[in-house]
Nanobody, 127 residues
Framework: QVQLVESGGGLVQAGGSLRLSCAAS????????MGWFRQAPGKEREFVVA????????PYADSVKGRFTISRDNAKNTVYLQMNSLKPEDTAVYYC????????????????????WGQGTQVTVSS
């Protein structure tokens, strides 16, 4: 049974930082691209960033480039999202997701391509 469990969300002031974690179990972690998506109230879920199984390829949404950094530790079956210079518009529920495309394939950026999802963690940025 595949499980993805996010943690690290919370309330932060604009300009602050948070680090999200997503611990995976029940899968061969390095065979999965891992993605972070977010959904704000009244909006559709949107792509934030993803990392290939190897960690080499990491496409970012334009809105977070230069502020967010994804990383993964395949030995710990965990993917991280370091979020710096947070803005109120970053407020959303953040979800991690797993896509079984192999260790070297370029990550997908569409939510429909992902096979497994976590329950989400709330990030709130106050102005």
């Amino acid at each position: 049974q595949v499980q993805l469990v996010e943690s690290g969300g919370g309330l932060v002031q604009a300009g602050g930082s948070l680090r999200l974690s997503c611990a995976a179990s029940g899968l061969t972690f390095s065979s999965y691209a891992m993605g972070w998506f977010r959904q704000a109230p009244g909006k559709e879920r949107e792509f934030v960033v993803a990392t290939s199984g190897s960690g080499v390829n990491t496409p970012y949404a334009d809105s977070v480039k230069g502020r967010f950094t994804i990383s993964r530790d395949n030995a710990k079956n965990t993917v991280y999202l370091q979020m710096n210079s947070l803005k109120p518009e970053d407020t959303a529920v953040y979800y991690c997701a797993a896509d079984r495309i192999g260790i070297y394939s370029y990550p997908n950026t569409h939510s429909t391509d992902y096979d497994y999802w976590g329950q989400g963690t709330q990030v709130t940025v106050s102005s």
